[in-house]
C-alpha cells in the first residue's frame, strides 16, 4: 500500500489545489482452480481403457442405435466396437476444443480420475484511488469549490494452462468516478446565494479480456445464425462458445468462459440551489433540489455455450449409472448435447454438429 497527498496555493490568497493518490498491490490466494480432464486416450475417442466403479471397462454405447420396445419397458443401444468412437462419428467441433485442452497435472483420485488437473489461481486487485479538490477565491462576494474522485480495481487472473480455451470468469472491473462542486454568492451583508451539484458513477462488470477469433460462434457455425438470438442487445459481450462437460462429482470442466455475465452500472446526480437572508431575529431560506438514479444492470447466470454429461452414451435413458457406462467426454466427442431441464425420460440425442 502506498500513496501521498499534497497541499498548494495555485494563485496567493485566490486559488488552492489538494491532491491525493492511493495505491494497493494486492494479490489474494483464491481457491485452487480444479478440473477433471480426459486421457490422451480419451481425446482420441480411445475409451478402452476406461474403467468404471467396478474395475471393469465403461462401455460406450451409441445414442443414435436407441430402439424403445413397445411397452417402453426395455431400452437397448449399441456399444462402439471396440470401446472405441471411430474418427468418422467424431464431431469436428468437439475434436477441435478437445485438441486444445489442456493436459492434466496429476493422477486424479478414482476409477474416473477426478480433480487430476489442480492449481492455484492467485486474483490481483490493483486498486487505485485519486482525489483532486480546487478552491477558488474569486473576490469577496463569489467563492467556487470543485472536487473530483476516481478509483479503479480492474481484477485479473492468470492463464496457468497455456491454452485459449481457458477463460476464467473471475476477472471483473471495478470502477467509481465522483464529481462535486459549489459556489456561495454573497449578494449583501444579510443575504447568502448558494448552488451546489454532483454526479456519481459505478462499475461492477465481469470482464473476460479479448476473445479467441477462433471459438466464436460465428467461426465455429460459419454457415448458421442460430447464436444470434443470444445476443439481442449491444451490451452483451460476445464470448467464445462455451463447452461445459460434467460427470461424477459435478462440472468437470468448462472450455471457454465458465460462470456468467454481470454488468452494473449506477450512476446518480443531483443539484440544489438555495437562497437565506438575515431579518432581524429571523433567519429565512428557501431554494430547490432535484435528484436523478439510473441503475442499468446485466446478469446472466451462465455464459452461452452447450453441455455435456455421460448419460447419453450409456446403456439406457431410463436412470442411467454413469458409475457403469458411459463417458462425458465421450458424449462431448460425438456432439450429443444434453438437453437442459429434459426429464430423463424424454432424452433425445440432440447433435451439436455443424459442419464448416
Not at 138 to 158: E, Y
Not at 198 to 213: I, L
Request: charged share 15%.
Amino acid at each position: 500500500m502506498y500513496g501521498g497527498t499534497v497541499g498548494h496555493p495555485i494563485l496567493k490568497n485566490k486559488l488552492f489545489n489538494f491532491v491525493s493518490y492511493e495505491g494497493w498491490k494486492w494479490n489474494q490466494a483464491a481457491a485452487p482452480y480444479v478440473a477433471t480432464l480426459p486421457t490422451d486416450l480419451e481425446r482420441q475417442g480411445n475409451f478402452s481403457q476406461s474403467i468404471n466403479a467396478a474395475g471393469g471397462m465403461s462401455v460406450i454405447y451409441d445414442p443414435w442405435t436407441t430402439t424403445t420396445s413397445a411397452n417402453g419397458s426395455v431400452v437397448t443401444r449399441d456399444p462402439f466396437p471396440g470401446n472405441t468412437i471411430p474418427s468418422t462419428r467424431q464431431d469436428p467441433i468437439a475434436a477441435k476444443y478437445l485438441s486444445a485442452l489442456w493436459k492434466p497435472n496429476g493422477p486424479g483420485r478414482g476409477y474416473d480420475h477426478l480433480q487430476n488437473y489442480t492449481i492455484a489461481l492467485p486474483t490481483s486487485y490493483p486498486y487505485k484511488n485519486f482525489a483532486d479538490r480546487v478552491d477558488y477565491h474569486v473576490n469577496d462576494k463569489l467563492s467556487i469549490t470543485g472536487r473530483a474522485q476516481i478509483f479503479r480495481t480492474p481484477v485479473g487472473v492468470t492463464n496457468p494452462t497455456g491454452s485459449s480455451l481457458f477463460i476464467s470468469d473471475r476477472g471483473s472491473q471495478r470502477d467509481g468516478d465522483t464529481y462535486s462542486g459549489s459556489a456561495t454568492y454573497t449578494l449583501s451583508a444579510s443575504t447568502v446565494l448558494s448552488f451546489s451539484g454532483d454526479y456519481h458513477k459505478f462499475v461492477d462488470a465481469s470482464q473476460f479480456g479479448p476473445q479467441p477469433q477462433e471459438w466464436l460462434f460465428s467461426s465455429l457455425y460459419p454457415n448458421s445464425n442460430f447464436y444470434k438470438a443470444v445476443y439481442p442487445d449491444s451490451s452483451i459481450p460476445v464470448l467464445a462458445a462455451r463447452m461445459t462437460i460434467s460427470g461424477d462429482g459435478g462440472r468437470w470442466v468448462s472450455m471457454g468462459p465458465g460462470g456468467g455475465t454481470w454488468n452494473q452500472r449506477p450512476s446518480g446526480n443531483g443539484f440544489d440551489a438555495k437562497i437565506a437572508q438575515q431579518r432581524g431575529s429571523h433567519y429565512l431560506k428557501a431554494g430547490f433540489e432535484t435528484l436523478g438514479s439510473r441503475a442499468p444492470s446485466l446478469l446472466q447466470q451462465s455464459n452461452p455455450g452447450f453441455g455435456f454429461n455421460g448419460d447419453i452414451t450409456n446403456s439406457t435413458y431410463v436412470n442411467p449409472n454413469q458409475a457403469v457406462a458411459g463417458n462425458p467426454y465421450a458424449s462431448f466427442l460425438i456432439g450429443a448435447v444434453v438437453p437442459v431441464g429434459a426429464s430423463p425420460s424424454g432424452w433425445t440425442a440432440t447433435r451439436l454438429r455443424c459442419r464448416a
